[in-house]
């Protein structure tokens, strides 16, 4: 190992270090700009030049591969000039209008150039003025500023997988920008607002908000995916003001998605709520705490004692803390209802006894990115955990293999072998693989069929994940059963990726009508969410879930809600629940309570509160706490989260990070055909945005709605035109049409979590396509 | 002396662009003595580097030193590449040799690729070359229906594939990193070395690069050997180079002479000066080459070591004539201005520097010249200098400071008298 000498140091460092990582090693500070240890050398902006010994030129210290004996000398007259001659280069052309700049107080230039500049600059001519862009509504850009170090550019190339922004131009006039005017479309463009050493890219949602020094800054964690990305979030006084990603590289490395950055601009939304609101006469009243906790219990009280406690269900969001969860099933269970779930999106329930204690990835996510070979069973990670997929699309780009089996094609930021099902026709694609893997079937298959399984046969123990949609799918326990078969014929081994941010801890904490905390079996099984809807229920929980837009049969959901007795919300936002409810209780929503999650891998993070909570609004826990204790239900007299936290812990007990994928398998029923009757079959999911309460109201993410189909299926139902009307067995709505030839024949696109498009229904349920009428297309614009 | 005697021999023979007309001058008789003989690949790479023979692009790197850094035993493609992006200011040797003599550069390649295990080769001219790209199009047709170009050459084992490459008009793409950038489809811009093109070159495999004089020296030096070659010129700058004259001469133009000639013979070969002028100054290599001061010119011999130890570069051979009607202020803007506007832009000493220079050149020109602007200058050069990535921003200091110290009292005159010294009316 070559023995070099940085500033009088020595330092023994593996072949092939740079001089900048073995400088770093030592502590030795070495200034820098398009440097960065996750992307690869560019060694443009010159600002690491240093001495060293025997050559004629100063070197770029990122880009200097150590050499056995090397002197090097990082603030000799020699490093210096060269230091301080680069700087003076680079702000010639700089506006240095730092006390405009959102990146003021935090710019590696502002600190570089008051740690090593020359204090006079000689540059008394013009400086370049470069014009603006627009980008899209997340990233402020401000070109003028920009000193083409390129790290954005080699983001988009490196870690986000699409190459959105570029250079143009020469010289003093290379610019950074998309070329073709347009909106970023990456779900990870706003690490490049991290990235930028200049106030080039900055927030737009935050802009003008602060000043970086006036920011407080505490830990938090992501509630939008499974992935659990730790977060810096950073509030002035009541308000959160951004997230940022915190650093771990055992989860999401130096990277969040936007999702995770910029739903807290809807912790503002309108329709928050901050004040108990009461359903008086068919109105709302803001109501006291007193008032409102008085007419939650005699309200569940009156449910439990004319119907009985099984009229009564409890349905919570699995972006609740363990905390929450395991109070919320203490409540609902303490009043005897065994009606407990979370799985609002789910509607194939019959595998139930054969779930995990809950879905996990089974292995450390760091180690996805050493997997040669995954497959993907209806796992589209890019929207649903874009962090975990960064770590599978390392494993494709070091040579690994990632199939995909899905309802459609997706689009994926690497490359992956794709089967995509005739449509609706789910269940027969994991069917027919596995024929072919145990080599029942000859050459009759497709091509795509064989080759798959043929890599999957010469695999030495595929990972095989199975994803969030597969079980949005009606026949969903069908194929949880070959898939489980798949595995044994592969030689592989099975991971979950789970929905949501604590989906891990919804199961452990007791949150399904079949298991307690822990995953004991529960004495009484009460019913799944799907069925609850036509069960007759007269009384209903909520916390932090519309199953309006969060259910997969919204319209059913709001009719049973509608015609339940008694409904109580615990709600952030009471837009949905106005609809329903008869009390409305003021939740803390992200960043103002404080709890802990338990992530895809089985990691138990916490969190803790950045901002008081809006007015009157309370953490759910002390909310739930003080229900039971009302209602007099044992073991609810906790003072403080600490001790919900221990309460928990012992209930669930020591869990194991590696479960098995299944239990033994209950035998199915017959399956029901899922396409029946004529039309198109309906395929949909959650788009990225539109996941959870919180990151729907999030304006600068907001998308909307479209259908989307494949050109020829267009072409033979001769539609044309922009709108189209969509029609299920149970409604209608009008969409702009998106030609896409990811979607199969057969099929119409339509997302969940819209409220317009929830009237359709379930997805995989028959619809047809029309024209728009001419009113109708008005009607919806 | 020995003039155009060697990749311009047929330069005024009718068609000597066309196959037939190369054959019967022996043309192709090298490529096929190595292919059928056989001569080993080693044995050409030490008969290139007894021949002296150095990189005729710029840069004067020894061509057989160059080829043996290519590694052998590798498995997948190794690339040949031709530099014919000639976008010197003051050259246009390449072009001539594309223009009349393109089956020489056509089988150097052949040659070189063999010698190398060179599969694919690819001909990277600058985009205003329209005639030359045709020419050479047209040359490798023919290449391909003599079997000297593609599988099985000559019924050999030997394969190799040659295309054209029209560039898009970017200096900096002369380059051989930026060239490979280009030639990938991406934004023409030098990479940082190491690692070097032997290793790492096109799409990451291992490639030499050279110029199309350099090719075109090839089949002689094999079917008349090394020593020949070596002897055309003199010790260390082996054979004959193309030198383009112009500027304040009679007869400008393309002149291949031996190495070593002494300046005043190519000044009188390229028609002298117009009566009654002085020579002034010379740029020996092109704009990016210091400048030299006449009368120190007329002591020097053209050939690498001689021109250097003038404080200048024989470059690309591009001999630029200034007589004593010039403005050196003007001419030095003008350069500037170029630099500036083929910097790529991608580090920041180039990008931010050369507009600097040109800038307060500018001013200089225009009668708002001050005191301190020389000084800045130089300052302003030193720190650019030995800083960037390529080579580009230390050709565009080299006019600017080596100007200011040779002719200190011109600037000084525009500055105090806001004016030029050089009346342009005289010329």
């Not at chain 1, 807290?264 to 068919?282: I, W």
């Not at chain 1, 916390?543 to 615990?570: H, N, Y």
Request: aromatic content about 6%; hydrophobic content about 40%; proline content about 6%.
């Amino acid at each position: 190992m070559p023995h070099i000498e940085i500033d009088g140091q020595a330092i023994e460092v593996v072949a092939g270090t740079t001089v900048m990582e073995a400088a770093e090693s030592l502590g030795i500070y070495i200034p820098f700009f398009c440097y960065h240890p996750k992307l690869s050398v560019a060694a443009n902006c010159r600002m690491c030049l240093v001495d060293v010994e025997k050559a004629p030129k100063p070197l770029p210290a990122c880009a200097t591969p150590v050499a056995d004996g090397m002197k090097v000398a990082t603030a000799s007259r020699k490093a210096k000039m060269a230091q301080q001659g680069v700087l003076e280069f680079l702000l010639i052309n700089h506006p240095l209008d730092c006390p405009i700049c959102d990146q003021g107080g935090e710019c590696p230039l502002q600190d570089i150039t008051m740690g090593f500049a020359n204090p006079h600059s000689h540059y008394t001519e013009e400086k370049r003025v470069v014009e603006d862009k627009d980008i899209g509504p997340l990233i402020a850009t401000e070109m003028t500023r920009c000193i083409q170090c390129t790290r954005c550019i080699r983001f988009g190339q490196e870690i986000g997988g699409i190459m959105e922004l570029g250079a143009t131009g020469r010289g003093e006039d290379m610019a950074i920008g998309t070329y073709v005017a347009k909106a970023v479309q990456s779900e990870l463009s706003g690490n490049m607002i991290d990235l930028c050493p200049v106030g080039a890219l900055t927030s737009k949602p935050f802009r003008y908000k602060a000043r970086s020094w006036e920011l407080k800054h505490t830990p938090g964690l992501c509630p939008h995916c499974s992935t659990g990305c730790n977060t810096d979030m950073q509030s002035l006084g009541r308000e959160v003001l951004r997230v940022l990603p915190r650093a771990n590289q055992a989860v999401n490395e130096d990277w969040i998605c936007d999702k995770g950055r910029y739903a807290y601009t809807a912790l503002q939304a309108e329709d928050r709520v901050t004040q108990p609101l009461l359903r008086v006469d068919g109105g709302w009243r803001e109501v006291s705490w007193a008032e409102a906790l008085d007419a939650a219990l005699s309200g569940l009280e009156r449910v439990v004692a004319q119907h009985g406690a099984e009229r009564l269900a409890g349905l919570i969001s699995a972006q609740s803390s363990n905390e929450e969860l395991f109070l919320f099933q203490a409540l609902l269970r303490g009043l005897g209802s065994p009606h407990v779930d979370h799985r609002l999106r789910q509607q194939d329930f019959r595998a139930d006894a054969a779930m995990p204690v809950y879905p996990a990835l089974n292995m450390a996510l760091e180690d996805l990115e050493r997997e040669p070979v995954v497959l993907l069973c209806h796992a589209f990670p890019r929207q649903q955990q874009p962090l975990t997929n960064h770590r599978l699309r390392k494993s494709v780009l070091q040579g690994g293999t990632v199939i995909a089996l899905d309802s459609q094609r997706q689009d994926f930021n690497y490359p992956v072998l794709q089967l995509v099902a005739d449509a609706g026709a789910d269940l027969a694609l994991y069917e027919a693989l596995c024929s072919q893997l145990s080599g029942a079937v000859e050459k009759s298959a497709t091509a795509g069929l064989a080759h798959v399984a043929s890599v999957l046969l010469a695999a030495d123990n595929p990972l095989i994940l199975i994803g969030s949609a597969l079980l949005h799918h009606p026949q969903a326990a069908a194929m949880i059963a070959q898939i489980e078969r798949l595995a044994e014929l592969a030689g592989g081994r099975v991971g979950w990726l789970a929905q949501e941010a604590n989906s891990a801890g919804a199961w452990l904490s007791g949150c399904v009508p079949h298991r307690l905390p822990g995953g004991h079996t529960a004495p009484a099984t009460g019913l799944p969410t799907d069925a609850l809807w036509d069960a007759g229920m007269r009384g209903f929980i909520l916390l932090g879930i519309e199953p309006g837009v969060d259910a997969m049969r919204g319209t059913a959901a709001l009719a049973a809600l509608q015609k339940a007795e008694f409904v109580l919300s615990i709600a952030q936002f009471a837009g949905e629940a106005q609809q329903y409810a008869d009390v409305i209780l003021p939740m803390a929503a992200f960043a103002e309570g404080s709890g802990s999650f338990i992530n895809n891998e089985g990691r138990l993070q916490s969190f803790r509160a950045a901002v008081k909570t809006p007015g009157e609004a309370r953490p759910a826990w002390k909310i739930l706490r003080v229900l039971g204790d009302a209602l007099k239900l044992p073991r609810f007299q906790f003072n403080e989260l600490s001790e919900v936290t221990a309460a928990w812990q012992q209930e669930i007990g020591e869990y194991a990070l590696d479960v098995p994928p299944f239990h033994a398998f209950p035998a199915l029923e017959q399956d029901s055909v899922p396409m029946s009757g004529d039309g198109l079959c309906r395929l949909g999911d959650w788009s990225i945005y539109q996941g959870d309460p919180l990151v729907r109201r999030a304006a600068p993410l907001a998308r909307p709605a479209v259908a989307k189909m494949h050109p020829d299926q267009a072409k033979g139902l001769n539609l044309r035109g922009d709108t189209v009307e969509i029609s299920s067995h149970s409604g209608k709505i009008s969409l702009p049409l998106v030609l896409d030839a990811r979607i199969p024949m057969g099929a119409v696109w339509v997302p969940m979590g819209y409220g317009e498009t929830a009237v359709l229904g379930a997805i995989y349920a028959p619809c047809t396509v029309t024209m728009a009428t001419p009113s109708a297309a008005t009607a919806n614009a | 002396m020995f003039v155009n005697g060697v990749t311009l021999q047929n330069r005024g023979v009718p068609d000597s662009h066309r196959l037939s007309v190369y054959a019967g001058t022996g043309g192709y008789a090298a490529l096929r003595k190595v292919l059928l003989d056989p001569i080993a690949p080693d044995q050409i790479i030490s008969e290139i580097k007894k021949s002296a023979l150095r990189g005729r692009g710029g840069a004067g790197f020894p061509t057989g030193l160059k080829w043996s850094f290519m590694p052998k035993g590798v498995t997948g493609t190794k690339y040949l590449l031709c530099n014919a992006d000639e976008g010197e200011p003051g050259t246009c040797k390449d072009r001539d040799i594309m223009r009349y003599e393109p089956h020489r550069l056509i089988e150097g390649m052949i040659i070189g690729a063999y010698a190398m295990g060179a599969s694919a080769g690819y001909i990277f001219i600058r985009g205003e070359f329209v005639e030359p790209i045709h020419i050479v199009e047209a040359a490798l047709e023919e290449a391909y229906a003599k079997d000297y170009l593609g599988q099985n050459i000559l019924g050999t084992d030997f394969s190799f594939d040659l295309h054209v490459y029209r560039g898009a008009g970017a200096y900096i793409c002369g380059e051989e990193t930026a060239l490979m950038e280009a030639l990938e489809g991406k934004k023409g811009q030098p990479r940082f070395k190491p690692p070097f093109p032997a290793s790492y070159g096109l799409y990451g495999r291992p490639t030499t690069i050279n110029n199309v004089e350099t090719f075109a020296s090839v089949p002689d030096i094999i079917s008349k050997g090394g020593d020949w070659f070596l002897n055309l010129g003199k010790p260390n700058n082996g054979g004959t180079k193309i030198f383009s004259v112009t500027g304040h001469v009679r007869k400008p133009g393309n002149y291949e002479v031996s190495m070593g000639l002494p300046f005043k013979d190519l000044l009188e070969m390229a028609g002298g000066l117009r009566p009654g002028r002085q020579l002034k100054a010379v740029i020996p290599g092109g704009t990016s080459t210091a400048m030299v001061a006449g009368a120190a010119m007329m002591e020097v011999t053209m050939d690498y070591d001689s021109i250097s130890k003038a404080g200048s570069a024989l470059g690309a051979g591009s001999v630029i004539i200034m007589d004593d009607s010039v403005c050196i202020v003007k001419t030095v803007e003008r350069i500037s201005r170029f630099y500036m506007h083929e910097s790529c832009g991608q580090c920041t000493p180039c990008r931010e520097g050369m507009g600097w220079l040109w800038r307060v050149m500018h001013r200089l020109e225009n009668g708002q010249g001050r005191e301190e602007d020389l000084q800045l200058l130089l300052d302003v050069g030193s720190r650019i200098e030995g800083r960037t990535i390529c080579a580009l921003a230390d050709g565009g200091v080299a006019p600017v400071v080596s100007s200011i110290r040779l002719f200190r009292e011109e600037y000084e005159y525009h500055i105090q008298h806001k004016r030029c010294l050089i009346s342009m009316g005289d010329a």
